[in-house]
């Protein structure tokens, strides 16, 4: 990943022997999500996002429509997030839609909050 104080990643860990469709935690705050990198290995074909604001509970997420928030993904692909979507949550996993039945690891970019919601912004600016 560049060096870009902006943008960061982080691995998260799908590891079958504590739980075969749930990744671990990762600690959003101060960031959003703004993309994902699926492993080429992966099986599932949807991920659903659960967050957190204490990382001890975790719920599934909902967008303001009331539509949970997925995406389809395939192997090897970078997936575009909507950083808006994420901006409530300090705690973030991510579960597939089956059982993988080995470890894997997705890639998780994000954004710093400040330098995210001047991209919103812009983008609505830029509209009017």
Do not use: H
Not at 5 to 28: F, G, Y
Not at 39 to 68: C, E, H, K, R
Not at 114 to 125: G, H, N, R
Request: charged share 15%.
């Amino acid at each position: 990943m560049s060096q870009d104080p902006k943008t960061s990643s982080k691995d998260l860990l799908i590891d079958i022997s504590v739980d075969d469709d749930l990744t671990n935690a990762l600690d959003m705050r101060g960031n959003v999500l703004v993309g994902l990198i699926i492993p080429a290995t992966i099986t599932s074909t949807t991920i659903t996002f659960l967050g957190s604001i204490d990382n001890g509970t975790f719920t599934a997420m909902y967008n303001t429509a009331g539509t949970a928030l997925s995406a389809a993904v395939l192997a090897s692909r970078l997936i575009a997030i909507n950083p808006s979507d994420f901006a409530s949550v300090d705690y973030l996993k991510i579960a597939t839609g089956s059982n993988e039945i080995a470890d894997r690891t997705i890639t998780a970019i994000m954004r710093n909050v400040q330098w995210a919601c001047f991209l919103i912004l812009k983008d609505k600016l830029i509209s009017l």
